[in-house]
């Protein structure tokens, strides 16, 4: 099974600019996020990321930003647990301040 994040809600940033190309990033990711194209890494599947923060922590030149364990992944999980969709309230229609 391919597991996908909420669309467009990752935190996950990849600064072109300070990537050397090392790969590092595309051994760690357990869902293939990233990939190396013209000497650097890309990323390709923004929402495959579950923002566990193995990028951003091997990344030697703080070229990756993510925010590890934000709610969007904990309503996935809990979505999937209860069987039911997904929903960090981000929409701003509960009480709750929000997650993403």
Request: proline fraction near 3%; include cysteine; charged fraction near 20%.
């Amino acid at each position: 099974m391919n597991h996908k994040y909420l669309k467009n809600v990752t935190t996950l940033i990849l600064k072109a600019d300070k990537c050397t190309g090392c790969g590092r990033c595309i051994q760690v990711c357990p869902h293939k996020v990233f990939d190396l194209k013209n000497g650097k890494s890309e990323i390709i599947d923004k929402d495959g990321c579950i923002e566990c923060g193995a990028c951003a922590k091997n990344c030697l030149f703080n070229a990756i930003e993510v925010k590890p364990g934000v709610g969007c992944a904990y309503a996935i999980i809990m979505g999937w647990l209860r069987g039911t969709e997904p929903s960090c309230d981000c929409s701003g229609s509960s009480s709750s301040s929000g997650c993403c």
